[in-house]
């Protein structure tokens, strides 16, 4: 599986990528991530310019606080990422009143081999790129965050899963067995500021029936 991530800040990205399971699989070749930066579709900066980078925010139409990223330099980036994929492509555009994103959606869009993520900054993306293109608005929850490379990286990592081989152990994939929100592993005892801490009877007693229902009225 290939993401593309449309991101003023691929940076962000280095060290959630660059751990534990995300990291293994990018190395394994389960997983491959490419950032397209729109500030790299824009014209370059003007000679004689103080700036060191060029500024593709621009103040709202309409009135208003914050500032506006121009499509433009959006379109290009996403085009750019169309044209790696070389095939069908799926394009979700982070947006807080999106569709809810869930382990559902998750497993419907890990058949696409090629995903873009196109992620927002300020009072957002100048909205004529959704005319050019076609893309499904997704949200990660009912609140308004600074930027959308967190839920970028939050859709990266429950996407990824649903690939086999990511885990290792595909059986490890909660959605797919009874599992719990308590776990417990080793001492089966443990003493803390004269109080003994034990793990539930019911896991040790190697009732399989009985493991299941416990794990069931605790999900």
């Known amino acids: 599986m290939h993401f593309h991530i449309i991101t003023l800040f691929p940076g962000a990205f280095d060290s959630y990528l660059g751990e534990s399971i995300l990291k293994r699989a990018l190395e394994d070749k389960k997983l491959k991530v490419s950032f397209y930066n729109p500030r790299d579709f824009a014209p370059p900066v003007p000679k004689g310019s103080t700036l060191k980078t060029v500024?593709?925010?621009?103040?709202?139409?309409?009135?208003?606080?914050?500032?506006v990223i121009q499509a433009e330099p959006v379109i290009k980036a996403i085009a750019a990422a169309e044209k790696k994929a070389k095939g069908l492509v799926k394009i979700i555009f982070l947006s807080p009143s999106g569709k809810q994103f869930d382990n559902a959606y998750a497993a419907k869009v890990s058949k696409f081999k090629h995903i873009i993520i196109v992620s927002g900054r300020y009072e957002g993306i100048d909205a004529r790129i959704k005319?050019?293109?076609?893309?499904?608005?997704?949200?990660?929850?009912p609140f308004v965050l600074t930027g959308g490379e967190l839920p970028a990286m939050l859709m990266i990592d429950t996407i990824a899963r649903q690939v086999e081989g990511v885990l290792g152990n595909f059986d490890s994939l909660e959605e797919k067995r009874v599992s719990s929100s308590e776990v417990y592993t080793r001492p089966e005892v443990f003493t803390y500021k004269g109080k003994n801490y034990r793990v539930p009877k019911v896991l040790l007693s190697g009732h399989a029936a009985k493991i299941e229902e416990w794990k069931k009225k605790r999900k």
């Open 55 to 67: 500024r593709i925010d621009k103040p709202p139409y309409g009135g208003g606080p914050g500032m």
């Open 131 to 141: 005319k050019v293109f076609k893309m499904e608005d997704v949200s990660i929850g």
